[in-house]
């Protein structure tokens, strides 16, 4: 397997400390830390062990980030990927729309989100689960610039800094005020700013390219710093410092003409565009110094006032690094190969060291002064990682890789990641390769036990402060409670479980527990009781402490008897009787209480009355719950009330119903008048295919990568939802009030909470799906024309509850149900290469098939259109019972309804399993033919509707045909 390495450092953001360089475990964002000082205040690999790589797929061009254990990358292949440090295996990957990504990450562990800058946009993702939290839509499109997002973004007292290739430096707010997953320009002025990094920019001439550094200055005002240039053009590039409380121009300093900052300078072989970003030192000379890389030139600018200190010409361009900085010297590479450091107060030039080929890297070094770049090899075409004792400049190890490097670090708990792009061979395969220590120590010790309020027989918690004294990180530590010496006897009460315990710091692991007996109780506790973790010492993994118990009695019970009814209409008619019984073995029962999880309090008795139009709609869980004479609560017991609409007058998904009547109680419509109108979507020139759905006073609808909640009244927007993968969503949605979810089907199958457009949970499909989801009690049914299958899932949880494979073909219509049973139809081609549609009944329980009939051949005017037809929905069933006949009605794109008995008196082989078969009608009995059909005058593409004994379909021309049920 052949890897490549690129390291780009393109548009970045970065941090100085007052107190001078300084670092954590963690490396959240470019250069580790806002200043860019390049210092890990730990202890660097001193050899060139590789722990482990992982492929992405595409070119690596931007540096990693580290936070709590995880590798945070992004790269050409469009996709953000989280990795566990300790393994090198995935944790999630997230698509950003299909793009390259060139900018770093940065990690935000207060709001628990990552950003991502890519295309015209910046992302928030969720750190846990990488789904898409909001998005930032930049001012020019992917078309006008020319150019993806390539600033990286920093994180800074509840915001996130962002340098756009639009030209704009945005201070936009960590967390989305509207909640709707979509920032705006009002948004960012309510709670942060945009400043225009220069004139107006000719569209001849290129695009702005903005590397950020936010500087805190405890002295005076906080300052954020923007460098800019063009890619070609003329235009200067400039520095500027701005007010970081309002966005206004503090100073800028202009670099001049010659080399701006974005060139188009290849490494051989690559095309890679590389930029450099600004650090700084806050106690560097008078008033603190910025240093900016510009062409072949580094700048050292005065902090409070952008005035020139001194400027320095390296040996060739200055590319794709920030400078780092000690408490003497500043460092930097060029494309002729050279590390160069010079004094940062002076400019005079210390030492110069040939690595042997263009960095591309910003250098970091660690604790004890050793410096770690790297360097490419533009005759074998291969980057190397070198590792360099500052003191006296003898290189340490060198790492060579199988494709150039070109960005920079990350670095976690003493490990450093990089990532590389080989340009050799196709299928330029790329990865990411974490660079460890072989002795890397742990050293864990029991440092305090203790626990408070415990009371016998009541539910309570342990603590335990877990101290680890070792130079690296140890995840998943057991921790193991006993009452007494485990090596003299002593009992497990439990087993708690450490997710992490950084180097030199206390961890509490917590344990719940309930006492049986009361008084001081000795518990001791022992830390890795099985040995999984390699310690640099194992014997001093126990620890002991004393904790009170006070006595107390025996807990009461408490049951649910009955709730009559258990299933309501939500009206001012209906009243629910609620039963409890409860007993306390040794005193008398106190207090009761009855609560729901969407109402909350109910009551307080043990038995009561409400009127159903007193509870919201949805599905309850009501919980008792009662309290004794010692103070003693009782466990809760459960049952499930539901709470459904007065009147279905709710158009809940595609043909209004399960049964896709098409039916609805409300009332018509007097005039057509357009009360509001509401544009569908900003970024794609197509239209919608899916229908909107109304319930309880929301529209929703969806456009091609986005679900909208609006008022029904007036248009306005309550919630949004926008999926991260471009063309989902194309298909009506399903609405389930009862438990207040909304389903919507794409290349995703998401489902999403009604009240505020959350993720529950989502699938991933694998092909654009035009079927919207069926819902009906707890299970979710979808086609999906990927693998041609039907299938149910558990609406609450996701879980698959079973799937049925159609025999060749496609599946493009919404199923219905009734009658015990779920109908479709799919469109297929035979041996014979001949298009039809068949009819499918499934059972509800596992799937399986209980018939089927073909239809007609799929073909409109003698011309085979199966996708455009099923596009449309066509031939969705119609499921109802008219004068005690039960019946199934579909239409075929041949111009026929038929009408079907839904209990299967159709013979089971009128297709084979390959699709193939008999003519279905060719000298077939009376019960096994359709109850009856009927051929029109012109093609169907469109499901059916009934009502009251009607049925109703409208043809390809547009004309509306009304039929006898019978």
Same mark, same amino acid.
């Given at each position: 397997?052949?890897?490549?390495?690129?390291?780009?450092?393109?548009?970045?953001?970065?941090?100085?400390?007052?107190?001078?360089?300084?670092?954590?475990?963690?490396?959240?964002?470019?250069?580790?830390?806002?200043?860019?000082?390049?210092?890990?205040?730990?202890?660097?690999?001193?050899?060139?062990?590789?722990?482990?790589?992982?492929?992405?797929?595409?070119?690596?061009?931007?540096?990693?980030?580290?936070?709590?254990?995880?590798?945070?990358?992004?790269?050409?292949?469009?996709?953000?990927?989280?990795?566990?440090?300790?393994?090198?295996?995935?944790?999630?990957?997230?698509?950003?729309?299909?793009?390259?990504?060139?900018?770093?990450?940065?990690?935000?562990?207060?709001?628990?989100?990552?950003?991502?800058?890519?295309?015209?946009?910046?992302?928030?993702?969720?750190?846990?689960?990488?789904?898409?939290?909001?998005?930032?839509?930049?001012?020019?499109?992917?078309?006008?610039?020319?150019?993806?997002?390539?600033?990286?973004?920093?994180?800074?007292?509840?915001?996130?800094?962002?340098?756009?290739?639009?030209?704009?430096?945005?201070?936009?707010?960590?967390?989305?005020?509207?909640?709707?997953?979509?920032?705006?320009?009002?948004?960012?002025?309510?709670?942060?700013?945009?400043?225009?990094?220069?004139?107006?920019?000719?569209?001849?001439?290129?695009?702005?390219?903005?590397?950020?550094?936010?500087?805190?200055?405890?002295?005076?005002?906080?300052?954020?710093?923007?460098?800019?240039?063009?890619?070609?053009?003329?235009?200067?590039?400039?520095?500027?410092?701005?007010?970081?409380?309002?966005?206004?121009?503090?100073?800028?300093?202009?670099?001049?003409?010659?080399?701006?900052?974005?060139?188009?300078?290849?490494?051989?072989?690559?095309?890679?565009?590389?930029?450099?970003?600004?650090?700084?030192?806050?106690?560097?000379?008078?008033?603190?110094?910025?240093?900016?890389?510009?062409?072949?030139?580094?700048?050292?600018?005065?902090?409070?006032?952008?005035?020139?200190?001194?400027?320095?010409?390296?040996?060739?361009?200055?590319?794709?690094?920030?400078?780092?900085?000690?408490?003497?010297?500043?460092?930097?590479?060029?494309?002729?190969?050279?590390?160069?450091?010079?004094?940062?107060?002076?400019?005079?030039?210390?030492?110069?060291?040939?690595?042997?080929?263009?960095?591309?890297?910003?250098?970091?070094?660690?604790?004890?002064?050793?410096?770690?770049?790297?360097?490419?090899?533009?005759?074998?075409?291969?980057?190397?990682?070198?590792?360099?004792?500052?003191?006296?400049?003898?290189?340490?190890?060198?790492?060579?890789?199988?494709?150039?490097?070109?960005?920079?670090?990350?670095?976690?708990?003493?490990?450093?990641?990089?990532?590389?792009?080989?340009?050799?061979?196709?299928?330029?395969?790329?990865?990411?390769?974490?660079?460890?220590?072989?002795?890397?120590?742990?050293?864990?010790?029991?440092?305090?036990?203790?626990?408070?309020?415990?009371?016998?027989?009541?539910?309570?918690?342990?603590?335990?402060?877990?101290?680890?004294?070792?130079?690296?990180?140890?995840?998943?530590?057991?921790?193991?409670?006993?009452?007494?010496?485990?090596?003299?006897?002593?009992?497990?009460?439990?087993?708690?479980?450490?997710?992490?315990?950084?180097?030199?710091?206390?961890?509490?692991?917590?344990?719940?527990?309930?006492?049986?007996?009361?008084?001081?109780?000795?518990?001791?506790?022992?830390?890795?009781?099985?040995?999984?973790?390699?310690?640099?010492?194992?014997?001093?993994?126990?620890?002991?402490?004393?904790?009170?118990?006070?006595?107390?009695?025996?807990?009461?019970?408490?049951?649910?008897?009955?709730?009559?009814?258990?299933?309501?209409?939500?009206?001012?008619?209906?009243?629910?009787?609620?039963?409890?019984?409860?007993?306390?073995?040794?005193?008398?029962?106190?207090?009761?209480?009855?609560?729901?999880?969407?109402?909350?309090?109910?009551?307080?008795?043990?038995?009561?009355?409400?009127?159903?139009?007193?509870?919201?709609?949805?599905?309850?869980?009501?919980?008792?719950?009662?309290?004794?004479?010692?103070?003693?609560?009782?466990?809760?017991?459960?049952?499930?009330?539901?709470?459904?609409?007065?009147?279905?007058?709710?158009?809940?998904?595609?043909?209004?119903?399960?049964?896709?009547?098409?039916?609805?109680?409300?009332?018509?419509?007097?005039?057509?008048?357009?009360?509001?109108?509401?544009?569908?979507?900003?970024?794609?020139?197509?239209?919608?295919?899916?229908?909107?759905?109304?319930?309880?006073?929301?529209?929703?609808?969806?456009?091609?990568?986005?679900?909208?909640?609006?008022?029904?009244?007036?248009?306005?927007?309550?919630?949004?939802?926008?999926?991260?993968?471009?063309?989902?969503?194309?298909?009506?949605?399903?609405?389930?009030?009862?438990?207040?979810?909304?389903?919507?089907?794409?290349?995703?199958?998401?489902?999403?909470?009604?009240?505020?457009?959350?993720?529950? !949970? *989502?699938?991933?499909? +694998? %092909?654009?799906?035009?079927? =919207?989801?069926?819902?009906? #009690?707890?299970? &979710?049914? $979808?086609? @999906?024309?990927?693998?041609?299958?039907?299938?149910?899932?558990?609406?609450?949880?996701?879980?698959?509850?079973?799937?049925?494979?159609?025999?060749?073909?496609?599946?493009?219509?919404?199923?219905?149900?009734?009658?015990?049973?779920?109908?479709?139809?799919?469109?297929?081609?035979?041996?014979?290469?001949?298009?039809?549609?068949?009819?499918?009944?499934?059972?509800?329980?596992?799937?399986?098939?209980?018939?089927? !009939? *073909?239809?007609?051949? +799929? %073909?409109?005017?003698?011309? =085979?259109?199966?996708?455009? #037809?099923?596009? &449309?929905? $066509?031939? @969705?069933?119609?499921?109802?019972?008219?004068?005690?006949?039960?019946?199934?009605?579909?239409?075929?794109?041949?111009?026929?309804?038929?009408?079907?008995?839904?209990?299967?008196?159709?013979?089971?082989?009128?297709?084979?399993?390959?699709?193939?078969?008999?003519?279905?009608?060719?000298?077939?009995?009376?019960?096994?033919?359709?109850?009856?059909?009927?051929?029109?005058?012109?093609?169907?593409?469109?499901?059916?509707?009934?009502?009251?004994?009607?049925?109703?379909?409208?043809?390809?021309?547009?004309?509306?045909?009304?039929?006898?049920?019978?």
């Amino acid at each position: 397997m052949r890897y490549w390495v690129l390291l780009l450092a393109a548009s970045v953001l970065c941090m100085v400390l007052a107190s001078g360089p300084d670092a954590s475990a963690d490396w959240p964002m470019f250069q580790g830390t806002l200043d860019h000082s390049g210092f890990y205040n730990g202890t660097l690999p001193r050899d060139n062990t590789t722990m482990w790589s992982y492929e992405t797929g595409l070119w690596i061009l931007s540096a990693p980030a580290y936070a709590d254990g995880v590798v945070y990358a992004v790269g050409y292949d469009y996709h953000v990927h989280a990795i566990d440090a300790r393994n090198g295996e995935v944790i999630w990957k997230t698509p950003l729309d299909w793009i390259i990504v060139l900018s770093s990450p940065a990690v935000d562990l207060d709001h628990n989100q990552l950003y991502v800058a890519s295309l015209n946009k910046l992302y928030a993702l969720n750190l846990t689960t990488g789904d898409i939290v909001w998005e930032f839509r930049n001012q020019k499109n992917f078309m006008e610039t020319g150019w993806p997002e390539v600033g990286s973004p920093a994180v800074y007292n509840d915001h996130v800094y962002f340098g756009s290739v639009d030209g704009y430096l945005y201070k936009i707010p960590a967390i989305d005020p509207n909640g709707d997953g979509v920032m705006t320009l009002s948004e960012i002025n309510s709670d942060g700013w945009y400043f225009r990094s220069g004139g107006v920019l000719p569209d001849s001439e290129g695009v702005f390219y903005t590397p950020v550094t936010v500087a805190v200055r405890p002295l005076d005002t906080d300052l954020v710093l923007a460098a800019t240039a063009l890619e070609g053009g003329t235009n200067p590039g400039k520095l500027y410092a701005v007010d970081d409380s309002d966005g206004s121009l503090v100073w800028s300093y202009e670099f001049g003409t010659q080399t701006p900052i974005i060139n188009v300078t290849p490494i051989p072989g690559t095309g890679s565009h590389s930029g450099s970003g600004p650090s700084y030192d806050l106690n560097a000379g008078s008033n603190g110094i910025v240093w900016c890389p510009n062409g072949d030139k580094l700048y050292a600018l005065d902090l409070s006032n952008g005035g020139e200190i001194y400027v320095k010409t390296a040996n060739d361009w200055i590319m794709g690094q920030s400078p780092a900085w000690d408490e003497h010297n500043v460092y930097v590479g060029d494309d002729a190969g050279y590390l160069t450091a010079y004094d940062k107060e002076t400019g005079a030039k210390a030492w110069e060291l040939y690595l042997g080929g263009p960095i591309r890297t910003s250098p970091v070094y660690d604790a004890e002064g050793y410096m770690y770049t790297a360097w490419n090899d533009l005759t074998n075409r291969v980057g190397v990682v070198r590792c360099i004792n500052l003191t006296n400049r003898i290189t340490v190890w060198e790492l060579p890789l199988e494709g150039y490097v070109i960005s920079s670090f990350g670095i976690g708990d003493n490990v450093i990641y990089v990532g590389e792009a080989d340009f050799n061979d196709p299928p330029f395969y790329s990865a990411i390769h974490s660079i460890g220590h072989g002795d890397l120590t742990v050293d864990l010790q029991v440092a305090q036990v203790m626990a408070k309020g415990l009371r016998e027989g009541d539910a309570g918690h342990i603590v335990a402060r877990i101290v680890n004294d070792g130079t690296t990180s140890a995840f998943d530590v057991k921790v193991r409670f006993y009452r007494g010496d485990p090596d003299a006897g002593g009992s497990l009460i439990g087993t708690a479980v450490m997710p992490r315990t950084r180097p030199g710091t206390s961890t509490p692991a917590v344990l719940e527990w309930a006492p049986t007996a009361s008084g001081d109780l000795d518990i001791y506790v022992v830390v890795d009781p099985d040995n999984e973790i390699d310690e640099e010492l194992e014997g001093n993994n126990k620890g002991s402490g004393t904790v009170s118990v006070v006595s107390g009695g025996t807990s009461p019970t408490s049951e649910i008897v009955s709730i009559t009814p258990s299933d309501v209409v939500q009206d001012g008619k209906t009243v629910i009787h609620f039963v409890g019984s409860s007993d306390d073995p040794d005193g008398t029962v106190e207090a009761h209480r009855w609560t729901s999880n969407i109402d909350g309090f109910l009551y307080s008795g043990e038995e009561f009355n409400l009127s159903a139009d007193q509870l919201s709609m949805g599905a309850h869980l009501i919980r008792y719950q009662v309290r004794d004479d010692d103070g003693l609560w009782s466990d809760n017991d459960t049952a499930l009330l539901i709470v459904r609409p007065e009147a279905d007058d709710d158009w809940l998904r595609s043909g209004h119903d399960v049964r896709n009547t098409g039916y609805s109680t409300s009332p018509t419509v007097p005039a057509a008048t357009i009360e509001w109108s509401r544009p569908i979507g900003d970024s794609y020139d197509a239209g919608v295919i899916a229908s909107p759905v109304v319930v309880d006073g929301i529209t929703y609808y969806v456009d091609f990568n986005t679900t909208y909640a609006l008022n029904a009244t007036d248009g306005s927007l309550i919630w949004s939802y926008t999926d991260s993968v471009m063309y989902t969503q194309a298909a009506t949605p399903a609405v389930d009030p009862v438990h207040g979810v909304i389903a919507v089907s794409g290349y995703n199958l998401t489902v999403l909470d009604l009240d505020d457009g959350s993720l529950i !949970w *989502r699938k991933t499909l +694998g %092909s654009y799906e035009f079927a =919207g989801p069926l819902i009906d #009690g707890d299970r &979710l049914y $979808i086609h @999906s024309r990927g693998d041609v299958n039907i299938t149910c899932f558990n609406l609450t949880t996701g879980a698959e509850m079973w799937n049925f494979k159609v025999a060749g073909g496609d599946l493009y219509s919404s199923p219905s149900i009734g009658f015990d049973r779920l109908f479709v139809t799919s469109y297929s081609t035979d041996d014979d290469n001949e298009n039809y549609y068949a009819l499918y009944a499934l059972s509800l329980t596992d799937g399986t098939m209980d018939w089927r !009939w *073909r239809l007609g051949d +799929g %073909s409109i005017g003698g011309v =085979g259109v199966p996708f455009f #037809g099923a596009a &449309l929905s $066509i031939a @969705s069933p119609t499921v109802f019972t008219y004068q005690g006949t039960d019946y199934v009605v579909v239409g075929d794109i041949n111009g026929k309804v038929y009408a079907f008995d839904p209990d299967g008196e159709q013979p089971r082989d009128a297709i084979d399993s390959d699709g193939s078969g008999p003519d279905p009608f060719a000298g077939a009995a009376d019960d096994g033919s359709p109850i009856w059909e009927r051929a029109l005058d012109e093609d169907l593409i469109a499901s059916t509707s009934y009502h009251d004994g009607r049925i109703y379909v409208i043809t390809w021309l547009g004309r509306l045909y009304c039929l006898d049920a019978t």
